[in-house]
């Protein structure tokens, strides 16, 4: 019996390094906001969830001390949360020519001769 050969690395044999950097790019142009209101001697601010970085989400603030502004803190932590779980996936993954052999397949039902 012959094994078949193999032309190149198969999809599975190699991390995603690129989808992990599309993503992460993807992060950058979509970030999370905030909206913030400021009064006398009140501040305030709260997430209004994620909008194109050229144009951030509407808000419905009636009045000149209402503002919008990228929430910097929660985009760090998803980059930093994407590049611990890409990491760990790159160095689990096994290198080239580092995975296990094919199994030959049982010929004997399990017996021994």
Known sequence: MSWPIRHGPRVHDRPPKKGSVILFVLMGLFPP????????SQYS????????????P????????CGMKIDI?????QWLSLVT???LGLFMWP???KSAPPKKPDLHGGRKQ
């Open 58 to 65: 509407n808000f419905e603030g009636a009045m000149g001390n």
């Open 95 to 97: 290198g080239p020519g």
């Open 73 to 77: 803190g929660r985009l760090v932590l």
């Open 85 to 87: 779980v890409m990491s």
């Open 33 to 40: 906001w905030k909206e913030t209101w400021t009064d006398v």
């Open 45 to 56: 601010e709260w997430p209004v969830g994620y909008g194109l970085i050229f144009v951030p």
